[in-house]
């Protein structure tokens, strides 16, 4: 057993703007809490509006010289940084457990997952082209550049406090960019060790810039970055509700955005599925982070002739190898939820299930603190609340289904499409399945498949853009066509 450490590298309790830790004007400060036992970690600035615009103005200054640097320069520092990030990522790990609560080895698999987005921009950074394409006109060239937006603006959620904001501030770094970002009010330490890392990888000041504020300074923050003209560029990963506010903001001074937002994944097991594979992927997918991702199975339907026997391998799994505990705790599977309105929210989906009629099976009990018991239902029905909204807590809501035309109406029926899963041997079904569903992230036989090199990204109201892959730069770049007349 291995008690949470009593101290840890790279905790910094100031903001960090052009190269300068960094307090708020008003010497305001928030503190931040480790979610597992409720105790204070420390503080950090609760800066505000014109905290922000500070920020902006030294981006936009880092802007003029970082944007001349070349696409090799860029390259190296990235590289660089993600070397520091490896050989350091044991001590990220313990910062990111301590602020998210999530077991050591999610966590340590995290910093991996977000250090490969440093290695991977920085190669994709040199890999930026331009064209010349056939003109119909003799005397006029057509030349398309591509060239760096300006200043990112980028807010970012808790459940990947350091992935998220790898994933957006790397592949703006590697196209010139400069990057004004604010993390979660309750996971801003892994945010702002990475900085420390930047720099000693050589990153100059004012090119990443963290502000980090309080709840209730979040909105006036995010409104300077969407409104402020020097911004050309605001990134988003969070909920539905508050993508649409910045998107709205953002439309003041029509910027570029990216929009990572919310999802109510189908999870489709079909009577031809492997069992074993869907028991495992239904766990990947649902009770990583303890449930608290985008991509977590939301809807999990299971057609009829394999629905018992699906149902008594999971709740068989699910007691076998689900353990709630402290982060740091060995064999610990299930941190605490976020925080206490969490435990509130996915209880009051599991009540909710109960009294429309769904059975509990396993779980479905607060477990003091944060802590929420892993919990099975069965026979859930699509007028529940836990099929509607998105869960975000480790309840395995199945619902039961007879054909596959039922079933591609069920998982569309929504206005989310971001991750969707099917489990089939059916090697026709598999391909109509693959087309059919209007979801921008599809696993099939798969329950885990967040990778650097492919593209991440929602359909209709779960997002715009996507991140990471070769198509994650062009976020980041503007398209010039240039003439080149009079020939
Ligand atoms: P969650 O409910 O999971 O915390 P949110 O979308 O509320 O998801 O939070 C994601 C990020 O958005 C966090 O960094 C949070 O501080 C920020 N945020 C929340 N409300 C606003 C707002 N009105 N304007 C800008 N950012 C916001």
Redesign the pocket.
């Known amino acids: 057993k291995m008690a949470a450490p009593t101290s840890v590298r790279f905790l910094h309790e100031k903001a960090y703007v052009n190269g300068k830790w960094t307090e708020a004007a008003s010497g305001k400060t928030f503190d931040v809490v480790n979610p597992s036992n409720g105790k204070k970690i420390g503080v950090v600035p609760d800066m505000d509006a014109t905290d922000t615009q500070n920020a902006i103005q030294f981006a936009q200054t880092a802007f003029e010289s970082w944007k001349e640097t070349t696409a090799k320069e860029r390259s190296v520092i990235l590289r660089k940084w993600s070397e520091l990030c490896m050989q350091n990522k044991d001590e990220l790990a313990k910062l990111l457990t301590l602020e998210n609560g999530k077991p050591l080895a999610e966590a340590t698999g995290e910093v991996m997952y977000g250090t490969s987005f440093m290695e991977w921009f920085a190669e994709e950074a040199r890999r930026v082209y331009g064209d010349i394409i056939q003109s119909p006109a003799k005397s006029k060239k057509i030349l398309v550049f591509k060239q760096p937006i300006g200043v990112a603006g980028m807010?970012?959620?808790?459940n990947f406090p350091n992935a998220m904001i790898t994933r957006k501030a790397c592949a703006a770094i590697a196209a010139g960019c400069t990057v004004v970002l604010?993390?979660?009010?309750d996971t801003p330490y892994s945010a702002l060790a990475l900085c420390e890392l930047a720099e000693k990888a050589g990153l100059p000041p004012g090119v990443l810039n963290i502000v980090t504020c309080s709840?209730s300074n979040?909105?006036e923050?995010?409104k300077m970055l969407c409104e402020n003209p020097m911004v050309k560029k605001i990134s988003f990963t969070?909920?539905t509700v508050?993508g649409k506010?910045?998107l709205q903001q953002s439309a003041s001074t029509v910027k570029k955005v990216s929009m990572e937002l919310g999802g109510n994944a189908p999870f489709i097991v079909f009577d031809s599925a492997d069992l074993d594979q869907a028991v495992n992927g239904t766990m990947v997918s649902k009770f990583r982070c303890s449930g608290q991702t985008c991509v977590c199975a939301n809807r999990i339907l299971v057609q009829e002739g394999i629905y018992p026997k699906y149902i008594q391998k999971l709740a068989e799994v699910m007691s076998r190898d689900l353990k709630i505990g402290d982060g740091f705790e060995s064999g610990t599977t299930q941190g605490p939820l976020i925080n206490s309105n969490a435990v509130e929210k996915v209880d009051g989906h599991v009540q909710d299930a109960i009294q429309k009629g769904a059975k509990l099976v396993l779980g479905g009990q607060k477990k003091g603190g944060n802590f929420y018991a892993p919990t099975l239902l069965q026979d859930v029905t699509l007028d529940m609340k836990c099929a509607k909204e998105e869960i975000f807590g480790p309840i395995a809501a199945i619902h039961k289904f007879k054909t596959e035309e039922e079933v591609i109406k069920i998982a569309n029926a929504t206005t989310a499409g971001l991750a969707g899963y099917f489990f089939s041997q059916n090697i026709s079904q598999v391909w109509r399945m693959a087309e059919k569903l209007e979801y921008g992230l599809i696993g099939v036989n798969e329950g885990l498949f967040s990778m650097t090199e492919a593209p991440f990204g929602g359909w209709k109201e779960s997002g715009l853009g996507s991140e990471g892959s070769k198509y994650g730069l062009n976020e980041y770049l503007e398209i010039k066509y240039v003439c080149l007349g009079g020939m």
């Open positions: 807010i970012t959620p808790w604010k993390p979660a009010e709840r979040a909105g923050v995010g969070g909920s508050v506010i910045l």
